[in-house]
């Protein structure tokens, strides 16, 4: 090999240390956005081919009971491909030898092997149910621990409990694809329902369109002019929901968490490639008397730029080794979790060209553009300044050619301890050295502060993020939850629930509640959206709105209610006052909005009416199918206990009870969902504050390189090596200390930015903003130990250099 | 007489300071010969290093002309640019420093063909071999796998003056080669450049503050403050046959 690239062959394995650092911090940068854009470009295939593939309805409706007339007429409606008719029931089922009740919502088909939409793939046992035979879909196991040949206990309407015999396991990727909240299903044939006391008649329909499965204005166009006919025909419609056949309903929701995943990992790379300059300007400062005897031999600018440039590409390119693999790996883990999460396959593992290319790209250039301004200087430097330049490049030293005086930091220290010595407080001499150590390198010092800022700030905002979105879920909570709520198959006095309920211990106030399913209609009369309006009694406790505008409804409101922003979407101009025209009942009325007020903008528009004017509208005076409790006590455990008292309460005194279920059940859903992906911000966090770690170790490690005279010197007047390491560990504390302040302060606008960003993207309406001490305080113990631990290494180096090695440095 | 191979013509040479402007050398004008042994001589501070580096190219000056005749080239250095007179100098001028400044993570032997490897002179396997021959030359051949930490320092500064051989140049400078050496180590550095004067013909140009150095020398100056005083031409072997 040339001599000249032996050289540079030297320089990259004999500081191995350097070298480790270098490689991981370009690394940890191409990790980051290789996990992020090779999963963003797995998950936005394969989401929506997999979605895709299992024929999902473009159509669905739920509608009153109908029979196969009807669907033959649906089927032979205008624009239609595919239709096929399904009843859904909601029933609780316990698995063989356990007694805990899951709500499942159990769909019975007319024909398995006929099945045409929302297709059930196979993963275990049998993929057809006979008569009195049942298929799990395999998200219901993770609460169902049962086994294909076991039976299931259902229980029915009545109380009476059914035997189905278990015999596979399925998937279903289509139905409910879209509801983070849909309970889990099960499967029967038609020749079923009997069994299951259900008449054999349909109550949903899955339709595709015909052609332009793509164009939801077409999907919505048929799916309507479908519905109209239906209520026409006398077979009411209560809901629809459309979906185009090659797009997960759940696609923009993940890509904008991607999104933010990306942002995160274009600054770790940011944050990294400053650590990167740091160093490498370092390496050139420290090799000056190499480049100038280079020169001074005859080696040309372009040829030392040639060697310096080689080995930052050799950089580059270890870390790919390393980084290009693992980030593979995880870019296909990630996007396995969030398949499993949302209920969609992956066609298996692969590398992404793409996300490759982007790897490499950010592994050589980064490495590149961080260190090319000091190669460049470095090069260009004259061999009599390479030569007779300080070997350490000390910038406050007093070099030809500058005023002979003391840097600014040393004056202001020396007169501090100055003073204070004057009353008696004496600084111990080693912490001075250390802060006169850290404020030397000025330039270094702001980029290691920079990035462990950075890292610092990123971390306590991703707690904060957590807090404000359960914070939210919480006030959406308050919306519509009471500590159980109890449904009944039918409708019920109020006076006779309450006399029952009442009796219950614990049990200290019930509210009768009514729904109105309603469409909001534009004013042509075309079919906006669903619009499900509740209706509690006006002056009802169990809803705490955050108005947005106008106010919440009153008990003598007639034709008016409260709206979620979500309306904003189809009638962005909507002020308290307007008239909104609404169908409801197969009929179009006029009512007005007094009030606008937050909520999940991804669950639809809610409403809300006062009890008191949909008991007209419902003709159910003092009558309700829904009923809320109030009960002493509001914790969780509690709510569950009331649930089953109250559940067995009514059945027991012949009530026909329906499901039973606490306040905060279905809110932890929505919580668990919403960790996976602070779970994801905090990943990301910890990545930042490892560059933040690692920037911090190098700074100590150059610093104490550069330094290494001065502590042969300590060592030679004395200094043991407990006093070195205390030296250099102080520095890092300083460092430490110092970011965590400056994270504090730059925390509060990340908060907000990414509390926004985040809940756009899963609430689709920004949120107001929680702070917690908690990111603070881990954050506050973790930089202490990481100061600590990133200047043991250094520290440890330097208290083994003994005096006669530091002579020999030079 | 032989001819001159280098021609300094009024060369001064300025540093700006904080402190204002402070004249290292004013109105230098020599002739150094081809084939002689030069030593310039003056104390610490006189202004020897700063001459030297006008010569080699290392440092720019600030007026006058220095011009090398060597292998039927004439090259005025002062017009050349730093990258110019780099590549000038690694071919044409072999420079040796009292601090060896050998590169440490590069064996003795890869030390002496680097400046072949950057100037292009020759290929891989000759220099290979050209290396190995000066460091018979220099007696080391035994070492030349060893580090520069290795060895001494007499050891070090002969594989410095075999580096400033690698390519052949006509011109070797030196500045207080024999600096932080021992009088018997020195002596052998003067044994070595003594040879290569006289069986080479090479023409070496020495900067000392040693006084007593001077009757090794075929003709030294004298410099102080800057400014040439006197030249001697002492009684050695090198210069029999030249002297009446
Ligand atoms: N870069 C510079 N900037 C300012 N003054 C300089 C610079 N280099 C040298 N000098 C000054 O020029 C004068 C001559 O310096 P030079 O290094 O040539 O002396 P020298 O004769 O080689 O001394 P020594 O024997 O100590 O090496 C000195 O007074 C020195 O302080
Ligand atoms: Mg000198």
Known sequence: ?810 | MSSSIIELRNVSKTYSTAAGDFIALTNVNMNILAGEFLGIVGKSGAGKSTLLNMINGVDQLSSGEVIVRADNENISIHTMSEDERARWRGKKMGVVYQSFQLLPMLTLIDNITLPMDLSDNYKPRESKERAMQLLQLMELEEHANKLPAFISGGQQQRVAIARALANDPPILVADEPTGSLDSITADHIFEVFEHLITDQGKTIVMVTHDVGLVSRFSRSLTIADGELLSESIPDTKLNHGRKK
């Open chain 1, 1 to 810: 090999m040339r001599p000249r690239w032996r050289k540079v062959l030297h320089d990259l394995i004999d500081n191995k240390a350097r070298t480790l650092l270098v490689v991981l911090s370009i690394a940890v940068g191409v990790f980051s956005i290789g996990v992020i854009s090779g999963a963003y470009q797995i998950i936005s295939n394969d989401m929506s081919v997999s979605y895709a593939a299992n024929h999902p309805a473009n159509v669905e409706l739920r509608m009153a009971n109908y029979n196969t007339d009807v669907l033959t007429s649906i089927h032979n409606a205008q624009g239609i491909g595919e239709a096929e008719g399904r009843r859904v029931n909601n029933f609780r089922v316990r698995a063989q030898g356990s007694d805990q009740w899951v709500a499942l919502d159990v769909v019975a088909l007319e024909s398995f092997s006929k099945n045409q939409v929302n297709l059930l793939a196979p993963v275990s046992g049998a993929v057809e149910a006979g008569k009195d035979e049942i298929l799990l879909e395999k998200d219901a196991l993770k609460k169902l621990n049962a086994a294909v040949g076991e039976n299931l206990t259902l229980e029915l309407s009545d109380g009476t409990l059914k035997e189905l015999k278990l015999v596979g396991i399925v998937q279903d990727v289509s139905t409910g694809a879209g509801d983070f909240l849909a309970p889990p299903f099960a499967y029967v044939v038609m020749k079923t329902l009997p069994t299951l006391r259900q008449p054999e008649l349909f109550n949903r329909a899955y339709v595709t369109v015909a052609e332009g499965q793509d164009d939801i204005a077409n999907i919505r166009e048929v799916g309507t002019a479908l519905k109209d006919r239906l209520d026409k025909n006398g077979t009411a419609v209560s809901r629809t929901r459309f979906s185009e056949t090659h797009k997960h309903p759940l696609a923009d929701t993940v890509n904008a968490i991607l999104g933010i995943l990306l942002a995160l990992g274009i600054l770790i790379v940011f944050l990294s490639s400053s650590l990167i300059a740091n160093t490498l300007s370092a390496l050139l400062s420290q090799h000056l008397r190499h480049i100038g005897v280079i020169k001074l031999v005859g080696g040309r600018n372009k040829q030392v730029f040639a060697m310096y440039l080689t080995l930052i590409m050799a950089f580059g390119v270890l870390a790919l080794l390393i980084a290009v693999p693992l980030g593979g790996q995880g870019a296909y883990g990630l996007a396995l979790f969030i398949a499993n999460k949302l209920r969609f396959n992956l066609l298996g593992y692969r590398i992404v060209p793409m996300a490759l290319m982007i790897q490499v790209a950010v592994g050589l250039l980064v490495p590149l553009v961080a260190g090319l301004a000091p190669v460049i200087s470095g090069s260009r430097i004259t061999v009599l300044r390479a030569l007779s330049g300080d070997l350490a490049g000390d910038e406050n030293k007093p070099q030809a050619g500058q005023p002979d005086r003391l840097p600014w930091f040393d004056y202001m220290l020396v007169r501090v301890t100055r003073i204070l010595a004057m009353r008696g407080i004496h600084i111990p001499r080693p912490f001075i050295i250390s802060l006169r150590n850290t404020f030397r390198r000025r330039g270094r010092l702001m980029l290691t502060l920079f990035t462990l800022t950075m890292g610092g700030a990123i971390f306590i905002a991703v707690f904060n993020v957590r807090v404000t979105l359960h914070d939210y879920i919480g006030a959406i909570g308050s919306y519509f939850r009471a500590d159980v709520t109890v449904d009944f198959d039918k409708t019920y006095r109020l006076s006779e629930i309450q006399n029952f309920g009442l009796q219950v211990d614990g049990v200290e106030r019930v509210e009768a509640w009514q729904f109105i399913g309603t469409e909001l209609l534009y004013p042509d009369g075309a079919v906006a959206d669903n619009l499900n309006m509740l209706a509690p009694p006006a002056n009802s406790k169990l809803v705490n709105p955050i108005i947005v505008a106008g106010r919440w409804i009153r008990a003598d409101d007639v034709r008016k209610f409260a709206v979620s922003e979500a309306i904003l979407n189809f009638f962005p101009d909507l002020k308290p006052g307007d008239p909104i025209h609404l169908k409801i009942k197969g009929r179009t009325e006029v009512w007005e909005v007094v009030g606008i007020f937050k909520f999940v903008g991804r669950e639809g528009i809610l409403a809300y009416t006062p009890f008191e004017y949909s008991s007209q509208v419902l003709n159910l005076t003092n009558r309700s199918s829904s009923y809320r409790f109030v009960t002493t006590q509001h914790d969780r455990a509690t709510q569950d206990l009331m649930a089953e008292r109250l559940d067995h309460f009514f059945r027991g005194a012949g009530f026909k009870v329906r499901q039973a279920e606490s306040g905060l059940a279905s809110l932890d859903t929505a919580s668990e969902s919403l960790d996976t992906l602070v779970v994801f911000l905090l990943i990301m966090a910890i990545l930042t504050a490892i560059v933040g770690a690692m920037g911090l170790t190098g700074t100590m490690g150059m610093n104490v390189l550069e330094r290494t005279r001065e502590i042969g010197i300590m060592r030679a007047i004395g200094a043991d090596d407990r006093a070195v390491m205390r030296t250099v560990i102080a520095e890092g504390f300083v460092i430490g200390a110092m970011s965590f302040g400056l994270a504090i302060i730059l925390s509060i606008p990340f908060t907000y930015l990414l509390s926004t960003i985040v809940s756009l993207a899963v609430f689709e309406t920004p949120i107001d903003v929680v702070f917690t001490y908690m990111g603070y305080a881990i954050w506050f113990g973790l930089i202490l130990v990481l100061s600590v631990v990133a200047s043991i290494l250094p520290a440890r180096n330097a208290a083994r250099l003994t005096i006669r090695e530091v002579l020999a440095y030079e």
